[in-house]
Structure formats: C-alpha cells, structure tokens
C-alpha cells in the first residue's frame, strides 16, 4: 500500500511539473484568465458526473451546509491561485517557476508549525534542507550561489504570491475534511468556473493567434493536473500523510528539467546529480519522520477529507 502511494504521489507531481511547461506554451495562445478558465472548466466537466457517479452526493445540501468554505476555496485555490500562476508565466521562465514552487514545501511547514502547532524532527528538517539544496542545484546548474545572481521579474514576484496562497488554502482545507473528495473539487472548480466569467471580459480573446499546441495545452492542465494530481495526491496522502507527501513536491523541478530534455534540451550532469539528492532527501524524510510524541490528525493537502494515518 505504502508502495502505491509513493507512486501516486510520484505521479502527482509529474503531472503538476507538466503544468509549467504546458502553461507557459498555453499562455502563448491564451490569456491567463482564459488559460485558467478553459482548465477548470475542463475539469468540472468530467468531474461532476465522476463525482456523481462514485459518491452520489446531495449537492444541494452540500452547498447550503458548506457555502461559505467551497466560495473560499474556489476563489483562493482555483481563481486566484491558477490566475496568478498563469500570469507569472508569461513574465518568467518555467525554470524560474520550478525554483519558487520548490518553496511550496518549505512555507506548508513553516505555517503549519506556526499556526497549527505541529512539529517535525530533525531528520524531517535535514531531508527537507538537503531537497532544497538538490532542487537549487538542478535550478542552477551545479552554481549553488548562482540562486543570488539570477534575474528575477515581476513574474517570480506574482508566482511567489501563488506560493503563499496554495499553503494558506493547504492550511484551511482542514475544515473541508467532512466533504467528499471527488465532490469538494468538482464544486470548488464549478465555482472558479462562474466565477471567472465577468473576467474573460477583461482579457479578450484573440482567436487567430490559438494554434494546435495550445489546445492541446488546455487539454492537459484539465485532466492532468487538475484531475489526475489531484486523484493520486489524495490517495497518496491519505496513505502516508501530509507531511511526507509535501516532501515529493520536490520532485517537481527535476520532472521539469525531464520534461524540458523530451522537448529536445540538453541533459546536464548538474540535473543528473541534483536528481539523486533530491531523491535521497526525499527518502530520508519519508523514513525518519516523527510526528512528535504522539501522532496528530494531519492536513489533508489538496484534498478535502481527513487524511488519517
């Protein structure tokens, strides 16, 4: 079981490492409101009747009982969270997203020591240190002091933002735990949807510019990482629990380095060895974790149930 979920959040983060490379070639044909428009309606397409079918919910009585949490994570984690990472796009590079995102585990953990009280043990803090050194070596091609050097843009600043906003939104979730899942997500993103709509005035869209990779690109970020991720990081952390699953968001940047040599880039010796310390900082952790001296009901990360143990 342990095995399957480790694959699942493997997979997760493939699909969510894609999301930077499809969305940068996506925000070439499509503005950002349309980009995150299209995706989530994508995604709310397959997974009402998904959720329909597998858990049957009342969604009457989920709305009227849950109103006021489902508009909240509609607008933090689907509106303004894909906005703002569809925007810094088109400013940065998704090298540069890779780097900012690989700060995502980072800020779980320091909100969720500060706000929710939780600990972690050493082993948990050197694993996590030791991923980060492995991501910034990927980032930087072996020049670990280069992270200081790199130019940085409006876009990096937007997508940092975006960072702060997914912990937040990964920190509340808690109070979703009661919601089905396949159903929290299908609401959430039915939600975004409308609420996107006013917005697609705001950024009109230029049809003569849309070409086949585009499409294609839209294609992708509603059933892969809208929906697959989603999936499989549910199951994974559900399995293992949400600090250890925070560890493989990690493994973003290197499937991103992956993704980029399959579009026809070099492989370098720094991503390679960058590779295996993320790798091995990710194990650490996910063997030597301790919750403190007595377990406590976790986080459930982009997922609206309980993730017990």
């Known amino acids: 079981m342990k095995a399957r979920a480790w ?4 997979l997760a983060n493939l699909f969510w490492a894609g999301n ?32 329909q079918l597998v858990e049957k919910p009342n969604w009457l009585k989920v709305w009227k009982n849950n109103w006021g949490l489902l508009l909240f994570f509609s607008l933090v984690g689907v509106v303004f969270y894909t906005l703002l990472t569809y925007t810094a796009l088109q400013h940065t590079s998704s090298t ?11 800020v779980m953990i320091l909100l969720s020591l500060l706000f929710l009280k939780d600990k972690i043990s050493v082993w948990q803090g050197v694993g996590l240190v030791l991923s980060f050194l492995g991501v910034l070596t990927v980032l930087t091609k072996g020049h670990l002091l280069g992270v200081f050097s790199t130019h940085y843009n409006q876009g990096d600043g937007i997508l940092l933002v975006a960072v702060f906003l997914w912990a937040i939104y990964s920190i509340v979730n808690k109070r979703a735990q009661h919601l089905p899942p ?8 039915l939600i975004g949807v409308i609420c996107m709509v ?20 839209v294609i992708y970020l ?3 990482p809208s929906i697959g991720s989603f999936l499989f990081w549910n199951q994974g952390v559900k399995a293992l629990g949400p600090g250890k699953a925070a560890i493989t968001m990690n493994l973003m940047p290197i499937f991103t380095a992956i993704l980029s040599v399959m579009t026809g880039q ?5 991503q390679m060895v960058g590779g295996v ?28 149930q309980d993730c017990a143990h």
């Open 7 to 10: 694959l699942f959040l493997v």
């Open 20 to 51: 930077l490379i499809f969305g940068k070639a996506v925000t070439a044909d499509f503005p950002p409101v349309w980009a995150s428009f299209l995706r989530w309606a994508i995604a709310a397409v397959v997974l009402i009747p998904m959720a």
């Open 96 to 106: 540069n997203g890779s780097l900012i995102n690989s700060l995502t585990p980072a």
């Open 182 to 189: 396949i159903t929290f997500v299908a609401f959430t993103a």
């Open 198 to 217: 006013p917005l697609l005035f705001m950024q009109p869209l230029q049809t003569g510019h849309i070409t086949a990779i585009g499409i294609t690109g």
């Open 222 to 224: 509603g059933l892969f």
């Open 266 to 270: 070099a492989l370098l010796v720094s």
């Open 277 to 304: 310390i993320v790798i091995t900082g990710m194990l650490l952790s996910a063997n030597l974790i301790r919750s403190g001296k007595a377990r406590t009901k976790p986080v459930c990360i982009r997922s609206g």
